[in-house]
């Protein structure tokens, strides 16, 4: 009979492999202790392989297609995040049998075999599995384009998942990738819910899951935690189980937590981020969702541009270089493709300070947009540094 030997969540910040100035290295180094502790700690429950739950950022699934849930089922799990490859052997006997069963027990998954995964599975597999050679499973869950799954659908999703794996021979460790509390792109970026995320860190430490797969979509969106979603699908698999926290970092723009289920080894101490929680949390917004809308179809070139931006370096050098050319390539007007300049801004502190950015305001997703800034605004700094080498070779010459 099968068995989950590990159940952990941890952050995938993207800060973490491109590590900007803007960032507090220490915070950084912290979270990273953290997920190679929870690999030493999948390591020493000899799992067979691992299920990794993820979410997208408008990388793998583009407007092209969205799928709620998906399984990537093909011989090998590739994931790509600024610069960084990984290429992990997928267990084939749990994919095929969690898409027929899943599928049989009403959840229309899609699948893939061949999809690129980004950062939030790409920093799992650098700093959680580390080079271990555990096979992957990897199921993506829809946090960013709504609409959503919801919380009680993910729940329902993580039961089905455990009992293919109590009807199969594997021991299997579930690593949750995404949260806490950010709103990148958004005017709220520099304005994380860490009161939240201290009320989430409670119930979790508690085992009160049943607070967190009571919330809503829009009230995730609210407090910046749609990411949760994956969180939400081992809960349901691991049922009320106790968490124990290894680190929590309040960076300037985001709740960085990286949490142990399983294997439980709990010391009966209390978080200093759970004893700051309130008994409740009162949400303010009685709304849809305020920041991670379903983009419009007119903004559809807008949203392009910026996606291919991501895996296309001769793509962001000529958004700086060379806009007009962009402009013609995805037949867009001068007049369109003008507020595409704002991506060299690399003052970083308006952000900070609150300020919508332009290219929100024309209709590109925040997630998206803010996902592509932070790889041009790392492309400026190379090309920054090698016209500055390529000057200092002139003058010595």
């Given at each position: 009979?099968?068995?989950?030997?590990?159940?952990?969540?941890?952050?995938?910040?993207?800060?973490?492999?491109?590590?900007?100035?803007?960032?507090?290295?220490?915070?950084?180094d912290a979270d990273i202790a953290a997920m190679r502790q929870l690999g030493r700690d999948i390591e020493e429950?000899?799992?067979?392989?691992?299920?990794?739950?993820?979410?997208?950022?408008?990388?793998?699934?583009?407007?092209?297609?969205?799928?709620?849930?998906?399984?990537?089922?093909?011989?090998?799990?590739?994931?790509?995040?600024?610069?960084?490859?990984?290429?992990?052997?997928?267990?084939?006997?749990?994919?095929?049998?969690?898409?027929?069963?899943?599928?049989?027990?009403?959840?229309?998954?899609?699948?893939?075999?061949?999809?690129?995964?980004?950062?939030?599975?790409?920093?799992?597999?650098?700093?959680?599995?580390?080079?271990?050679?555990?096979?992957?499973?990897?199921?993506?869950?829809?946090?960013?384009?709504?609409?959503?799954?919801?919380?009680?659908?993910?729940?329902?999703?993580?039961?089905?998942?455990?009992?293919?794996?109590?009807?199969?021979?594997?021991?299997?460790?579930?690593?949750?990738?995404?949260?806490?509390?950010?709103?990148?792109?958004?005017?709220?970026?520099?304005?994380?819910?860490?009161?939240?995320?201290?009320?989430?860190?409670?119930?979790?430490?508690?085992?009160?899951?049943?607070?967190?797969?009571?919330?809503?979509?829009?009230?995730?969106?609210?407090?910046?935690?749609?990411?949760?979603?994956?969180?939400?699908?081992?809960?349901?698999?691991?049922?009320?189980?106790?968490?124990?926290?290894?680190?929590?970092?309040?960076?300037?723009?985001?709740?960085?937590?990286?949490?142990r289920f399983l294997p439980d080894k709990r010391t009966g101490k209390t978080s200093k981020e759970a004893a700051?929680?309130?008994?409740?949390?009162?949400?303010?917004?009685?709304?849809?969702?305020?920041?991670?809308?379903?983009?419009?179809?007119?903004?559809?070139?807008?949203?392009?541009?910026?996606?291919?931006?991501?895996?296309?370096?001769?793509?962001?050098?000529?958004?700086?270089?060379?806009?007009?050319?962009?402009?013609?390539?995805?037949?867009?007007?001068?007049?369109?493709?003008?507020?595409?300049?704002?991506?060299?801004?690399?003052?970083?502190?308006?952000?900070?300070?609150?300020?919508?950015?332009?290219?929100?305001?024309?209709?590109?997703?925040?997630?998206?947009?803010w996902m592509a800034v932070i790889q041009i605004h790392s492309e400026l700094r190379k090309l920054r540094g090698?016209?500055?080498?390529?000057?200092?070779?002139?003058?010595?010459?």
């Amino acid at each position: 009979m099968g068995k989950i030997v590990a159940a952990v969540g941890t952050v995938h910040a993207p800060q973490l492999f491109v590590r900007p100035p803007s960032e507090d290295p220490a915070q950084l180094d912290a979270d990273i202790a953290a997920m190679r502790q929870l690999g030493r700690d999948i390591e020493e429950a000899k799992p067979d392989c691992a299920i990794v739950l993820g979410n997208d950022h408008l990388e793998t699934f583009f407007l092209s297609s969205v799928p709620t849930f998906a399984i990537l089922s093909g011989e090998r799990s590739h994931a790509e995040y600024a610069g960084h490859t990984y290429d992990l052997p997928i267990h084939q006997g749990l994919a095929e049998d969690l898409l027929d069963k899943l599928m049989a027990a009403g959840f229309d998954l899609a699948y893939s075999q061949d999809a690129v995964l980004g950062h939030a599975f790409a920093a799992v597999y650098e700093w959680v599995i580390g080079g271990r050679p555990i096979p992957v499973v990897p199921i993506f869950v829809n946090a960013y384009l709504p609409p959503l799954p919801t919380a009680r659908r993910c729940e329902a999703l993580g039961k089905a998942i455990a009992k293919v794996i109590a009807n199969r021979p594997e021991r299997v460790a579930i690593i949750a990738s995404g949260g806490m509390s950010h709103f990148p792109g958004t005017w709220k970026y520099p304005k994380p819910a860490f009161d939240f995320d201290y009320w989430a860190i409670a119930q979790m430490e508690k085992g009160n899951h049943e607070a967190l797969l009571s919330l809503t979509n829009e009230q995730l969106d609210e407090v910046g935690n749609t990411e949760m979603l994956p969180w939400m699908v081992m809960f349901g698999a691991i049922g009320n189980q106790p968490g124990e926290l290894l680190t929590y970092q309040p960076t300037w723009h985001h709740g960085h937590a990286v949490i142990r289920f399983l294997p439980d080894k709990r010391t009966g101490k209390t978080s200093k981020e759970a004893a700051k929680a309130a008994a409740r949390y009162d949400f303010k917004n009685a709304g849809g969702y305020e920041f991670y809308k379903h983009p419009s179809p007119t903004a559809y070139k807008l949203n392009k541009v910026l996606y291919d931006s991501r895996f296309k370096r001769e793509l962001r050098v000529r958004l700086v270089n060379d806009l007009p050319s962009v402009a013609k390539e995805y037949g867009m007007t001068m007049e369109e493709a003008k507020v595409l300049e704002t991506v060299r801004d690399e003052d970083i502190e308006k952000f900070r300070n609150g300020a919508v950015h332009p290219l929100v305001e024309a209709g590109a997703h925040p997630l998206g947009m803010w996902m592509a800034v932070i790889q041009i605004h790392s492309e400026l700094r190379k090309l920054r540094g090698a016209g500055g080498a390529k000057q200092e070779a002139q003058k010595s010459a």
